[in-house]
Nanobody
């Protein structure tokens, strides 16, 4: 079974930057797409960015031009570089992975809080 652990969240002023990391660990496994989602209080969880194993990316309109997603397959790690942060980016950020082996399964991390002060 794959286990995801996020890190890098915190408190930052408007205009600042943060880099989130998500490491996948476990026994023998294969992961396809990985992504970052966020959920603000009282709102639904939404996609921020996703990346395929081959490196193709999908960025939400709200994050385009400010956020970059990348991954290191050798380290089973996905990153989210967040620049020009705004108060409306405040949310719990979750990592998600599509496990392909040993079985198809969606895996979520426990989340990391990002707070942007104005």
């Amino acid at each position: 079974q794959v286990h995801l652990v996020e890190s890098g969240g915190g408190l930052v002023q408007s205009g600042g930057s943060l880099r989130l990391s998500c490491v996948a660990s476990g026994t023998i496994f294969v992961i396809d797409d990985m992504g970052w989602y966020r959920q603000a209080p009282g709102k639904e969880r939404e996609l921020v960015a996703s990346i395929s194993r081959g490196g193709s990316t999908n960025i939400a309109d709200s994050a385009k031009g400010r956020f970059t997603i990348s991954r290191d397959n050798a380290k089973n790690t996905v990153y989210l570089q967040m620049n020009s942060l705004k108060p409306e980016d405040t949310a719990v950020y979750y990592c998600k992975a599509n496990q392909k082996f040993p079985k198809l399964r969606l895996v979520w991390g426990q989340g990391t809080q990002v707070t942007v002060s104005s």
